[in-house]
């Protein structure tokens, strides 16, 4: 009867210790996601500064060519190609910027703890007990910020991009069946684009919306886990 007792009592007492080095495990695995996140913060105005300098070149060389009066001595198709090409400043400076943005994150390296971790339970209570707390909360904070940024600054520039084709190529179908230029205003166009850009990246926003909400969440629990092991430290 002891002896059955006693075998059960260690087999919880492993459980319990499994459990907790799955629960380490998995706090490292979201850290090291975060540690993606920070770097993207980081790497944030360089971004933004790739983006919007684009997106001032193709509006200063547009602004240029009307204040040159070079479209009126360019014929339809010579000014559509000119759009075009005008167009592919901006592309290229977001294709720029979200290359460079996962040239950075891909080279946080990740996955250091398993090595420690795969000793079990001593060392997950190790990795728990040497892990800085307030240095984890600000990164997630700060990470959660800046990945927020991003997703906005992204959004908007596939928007504003998006506004000039749709004009373009409406303003070009108007021409060619109604033989009449700028017959719907810009509003127009930009309401349409928000719906294109809307229906192209909603999978993306909602992904990045469900990842900020798990920041937050994981942010509070770690809160409350680190004043429980805390106190329970003090205890000891």
């Not at 998006?162 to 004009?167: D, N, P, R, S, Y």
């Amino acid at each position: 009867m002891d002896a059955s007792m006693s075998d059960k009592s260690v087999k919880n007492a492993l459980i319990k210790e499994e459990n907790v080095v799955a629960r380490v495990a998995e706090l490292m695995e979201t850290l090291d996601h975060v540690k993606k996140y920070n770097a993207l913060a980081r790497a944030f105005k360089k971004f933004a500064l790739i983006v919007l300098g684009s997106i001032a070149v193709f509006l200063a060389l547009g602004a240029s060519l009307g204040f040159l009066n070079l479209v009126v001595a360019l014929d339809r198709p010579q000014i559509f190609l000119a759009s075009v090409l005008l167009l592919l400043v901006p592309i290229t400076g977001i294709i720029g910027g979200v290359l460079f943005i996962r040239s950075r994150v891909n080279s946080i390296k990740t996955g250091e703890w398993k090595d420690e971790l795969s000793h079990g339970f001593p060392s997950a209570l190790k990795i728990l007990l040497e892990l800085d707390w307030d240095k984890t909360f600000d990164e997630i904070s700060s990470g959660r910020v800046g990945y927020a940024l991003y997703g906005l600054l992204k959004t908007a520039a596939y928007w504003i991009i998006t506004v000039f084709a749709v004009g373009l190529v409406g303003n070009l179908l108007t021409f060619i069946i109604l033989h009449k230029a700028g017959l719907f205003g810009g509003f127009i166009w930009g309401l349409f684009s928000l719906m294109i850009v809307y229906l192209l990246l909603r999978n993306d926003l909602s992904r990045r919306y469900n990842e900020i909400r798990a920041l937050d969440k994981l942010l509070w629990e770690l809160r409350w886990f680190s004043l429980e092991l805390r106190r329970a430290e003090f205890q000891t």
